[in-house]
């Protein structure tokens, strides 16, 4: 009785020292983007971070629409996602404290090497997106309110085709993150529109490739701010602020420009 007596007592010290430790973790709670993650990039720069700071970043990743939903609730410390008009009317909203450019990549369109709207090589996306619609050719958006599907929307919007009267025909939207829907787009042979670093990073690519690229208008700017103790008090804000400084530092830029796959660079910083 004793023996299990002094156990217990033992047992409540141990968890006593846990639950102080995990309070005292240096920590913050990241809102980003599918895209973000599943290109790798928070493996890549996060180790990194933890090692100079030690401060230990967790990552909440999803969609850009979701992600600042979340910052709006308190549910995180850090915003970093790319969708540049809503995170300015976050900020202006009086959620964020500042918004900062961070880095950069661009839009592409992938399909099957079949290529039945016959796109490959097309430089204007709207003419893309056109041909993918008169031809019937199955579209695989994403429809999560991401940074991703915003801009596919006003791509859509700019090459004057609505393309929800054809939902369950050829446009099939999966609200899903952009690896999921690179899955579903390749399982279905549809095209789709993702950003490059996730689809450089992406690992079922099966007979697909990327078809159409390079226009400007496919530009995919990707900033940063901290969610504002004045509105969420319990945000760690020194901690935040300190990832984003290094983030935006000679250090924090370099490391993400030395992201690549296969040799190629998916991130390019251009913090002022």
Known sequence: MRLNVACMFAGLIFSGLTLTVQ????????????????????????????????????????????????????DGDVLLVHAKAAEEAFVASGY????????????VIV????????????????????????????????????????????????????????????????????????NVAVGMGAYALTDRATWLNFKNKSDFKILTEGDAALFNQYGVMLVNPAKCPDVKAEHGQAFIDWLLSPAGQSHIAGHTVGGQQLFFPNAK
Request: charged share 20%.
């Open 23 to 74: 309070a005292q973790e240096k920590s913050i709670f990241i809102q980003s983007t599918t895209s973000t993650a599943n290109s790798g990039l928070y493996d890549h720069l996060l180790p990194k971070f933890e090692a100079a700071s030690g401060i230990k970043a967790h990552v909440v990743a999803v969609g850009t629409g979701q992600a600042i939903r979340n910052a709006r609730n308190c």
């Open 96 to 107: 964020g404290v500042k918004r900062f450019d961070l880095m950069y990549n661009d839009f």
């Open 111 to 182: 399909g099957p090497q079949a290529d039945p709207a016959k796109i490959s090589g097309v430089a204007e996306v709207g003419t893309a997106l056109k041909q993918i619609a008169d031809s019937g050719a199955p579209f695989a958006s994403r429809g999560d309110d991401s940074g991703t599907h915003k801009k596919e929307l006003a791509l859509w919007k700019a090459a004057g085709i609505d393309p929800e009267p054809a939902s369950g025909s050829w446009y099939r939207a999966t609200g899903s993150g952009m690896g999921a829907t690179l």
